[in-house]
């Protein structure tokens, strides 16, 4: 019990020194402030990171599994000099609302109905969509629904085609989907909720691990722990197999309606691997690929890269309006 008890003060401790932060500049040698904020969506409590002129184009930030707006908190300053930059926490994760599994319905539907309600409580027409992970379940929902608020896509390791998820990570996922009131396959899916399966995320396919701050697993897994939450992970595991099916969909939003569309993904993930990326070549015109030397989250070891060509991708197709 003590051991555990000292274990959360260590987390709690993390936790505040990322939220605390560092003061960043932009280009011009001006102070960046970003805005930690909180609207209602629905009953919920959706918690937001905001930083940007708020007439600039504007750039929806979506964080992936089992993370938070946290993962984007270097890159929000970092194109906040031109852009008005969002991040939202789905509901469940963050700082957001956590309603009980058994009040809230834990789905890819739902999240995308929320985040589609928050970007109308803040007053977002047009963005450019950056996805990761659970991102773009989540993003390309708001896509397919609203296509003519998509100015551009930022895809770092976010799956839309069956290529990308027939490696083995994926064999215990597929075989909860299959068997969805199997206890034994929901429980054996908690290994991925354990500090270890998180900071694997992190550091697993990383060339240089000192370059990975431990902060943001230690994040994460603090708010993972909280009484409850494991069982809103285990329904939004069973909800990724809903996604699948949603994927000629996705491609044909693509094909259709061709957004430019930015790839940086680390080709190191084994969770989200390379062979996800390159399909979207068969369906978009413009596209811009980038296969960067990381892993799942890439942001943590290539941010500048990512940052940098973000700008350069960013400058030549989205359009203020």
Request: negative net charge; without cysteine.
């Amino acid at each position: 019990m003590i051991s555990k008890l000292k274990s959360n003060l260590f987390l709690a401790l993390l936790v505040i020194a990322v939220q605390v932060g560092l003061q960043t500049t932009t280009s011009a040698g001006e102070a960046v402030k970003v805005h930690h904020k909180t609207v209602k969506a629905g009953d919920l409590d959706i918690f937001y990171r905001e930083a940007g002129p708020k007439d600039a184009p504007v750039v929806l930030l979506l964080h992936g599994f089992p993370t938070s707006s946290q993962m984007f908190r270097n890159l929000i300053p970092a194109l906040a000099d031109k852009y008005h930059v969002v991040a939202p926490d789905y509901p469940g994760y963050g700082h957001s609302s956590m309603p009980a599994h058994d009040k809230f319905e834990y789905t890819f539907d739902h999240l995308a109905d929320v985040v589609d309600e928050f970007t109308q409580k803040v007053g977002l027409g047009k963005y450019a969509i950056y996805v990761q992970d659970y991102g773009a379940p989540v993003g390309y929902r708001l896509a397919v629904r609203h296509p003519e608020r998509i100015t551009a896509i930022v895809v770092q390791n976010g799956n839309a085609y069956d290529e990308g998820i027939d490696n083995d990570f994926w064999k215990s996922l597929k075989a909860y989907w299959k068997e969805p009131k199997s206890k034994e396959k929901r429980e054996a899916l908690r290994a991925l909720l354990t500090y270890d399966a998180t900071k694997w995320q992190y550091t697993d396919g990383v060339k240089n691990v000192d370059l990975v701050s431990p902060d943001g697993a230690a994040h994460d897994q603090f708010l993972l722990d909280r009484p409850g939450n494991d069982e809103i992970q285990l329904d939004m595991f069973l909800s990724y197999g809903s996604n699948p099916a949603l994927y000629p969909s996705w491609q044909e939003y693509f094909r259709k309606h061709q957004p430019p569309m930015l790839i940086v993904w680390g080709k190191n993930d084994q969770i989200f691997p390379p062979a996800g990326a390159e399909p979207y070549k068969r369906d978009l015109k413009t596209l811009e690929f980038h296969l960067l030397d990381a892993g799942h989250f890439a942001l943590e070891t290539e941010g500048d890269t990512i940052a940098n060509l973000m700008q350069q991708f960013l400058s030549k197709h989205v359009i203020k309006k």
